[in-house]
T-cell receptor, first 115, second 111 residues
Framework: DSGVTQTPKHLITATGQRVTLRCSPR?????VYWYQQSLDQGLQFLIQ???????AKGNILERFSAQQFPDLHSELNLSSLELGDSALYFC??????????????FGPGTRLLVL | SQKIEQNSEALNIQEGKTATLTCNYT??????LQWYRQDPGRGPVFLLL?????KEKRKERLKVTFDTTLKQSLFHITASQPADSATYLCALNQAGTALIFGKGTTLSVSS
């Protein structure tokens, strides 16, 4: 158990809909990272928040947005969903701001299926 | 274009042998390289981090090398066990703090 929690575990929705994925980092970790994993693309970095502020941005679509709240939990909002958005979405956390030089702890993921 | 390639998609070896996984990268100059293990349907788990000025890092049965001239990292598991069967991901940093992951190599260790 990494200490990172994600809800829900599974989500089934229809095209055009909007969903919110939630992540609680490990106690004491200030950074939260969001990743998307699909069979053909592998694990893709979406966005990082550090202590409430956006820190780094990856291949995140304009239809997707995220935020980190004062209690450090984070939400990833996916809107106008398309079939191709079906994937596993992982959240990870780390102690500091520099995830590339420290351990990132991954949550169990949310499996999103868009029908 | 920038690429991270992990040798074959699948590697099958016998218990007790050494597994060697390769991570090659193109058009990156990472200062750090990490290796993660991922089991089916679960989140990746951190294994090792190596810096560009380190040639080799060890942890128990695991060894990682980092050759910035060849633009390659090798990941070794010695005395492999069926419990080592999983997908292994290499990850490196581009500019800033983002980690870029390879697609992984799935290792199967048979008894």
């Amino acid at each position: 158990d990494s200490g990172v929690t994600q809800t829900p575990k599974h989500l089934i929705t229809a095209t055009g809909q909007r969903v919110t994925l939630r992540c609680s980092p490990r106690s004491g970790d200030l950074s939260v990272y969001w990743y998307q994993q699909s069979l053909d693309q592998g694990l893709q970095f979406l966005i990082q928040y550090y202590n409430g502020e956006e820190r780094a941005k990856g291949n995140i679509l304009e239809r997707f947005s995220a935020q980190q709240f004062p209690d450090l939990h984070s939400e990833l909002n996916l809107s106008s969903l398309e079939l191709g958005d079906s994937a596993l979405y992982f959240c990870a956390s780390s102690r500091g701001a520099s995830g590339h030089q420290e351990t990132q702890y991954f949550g169990p993921g949310t499996r999103l299926l868009v029908l | 274009s920038q690429k991270i390639e992990q040798n074959s998609e699948a590697l099958n070896i016998q218990e007790g042998k050494t597994a060697t996984l390769t991570c090659n990268y193109t058009n990156y100059s990472p200062a750090y390289l990490q290796w993660y293990r991922q089991d089916p349907g679960r989140g990746p788990v951190f294994l090792l981090l190596i810096r560009e000025n380190e040639k080799e890092k060890r942890k128990e049965r695991l060894k990682v090398t980092f050759d910035t001239t060849l633009k390659q990292s090798l990941f070794h598991i010695t005395a492999s066990q069926p419990a080592d069967s999983a997908t292994y991901l290499c990850a490196l940093n581009q500019a800033g703090t983002a980690l870029i992951f390879g697609k992984g190599t799935t290792l199967s260790v048979s008894s």
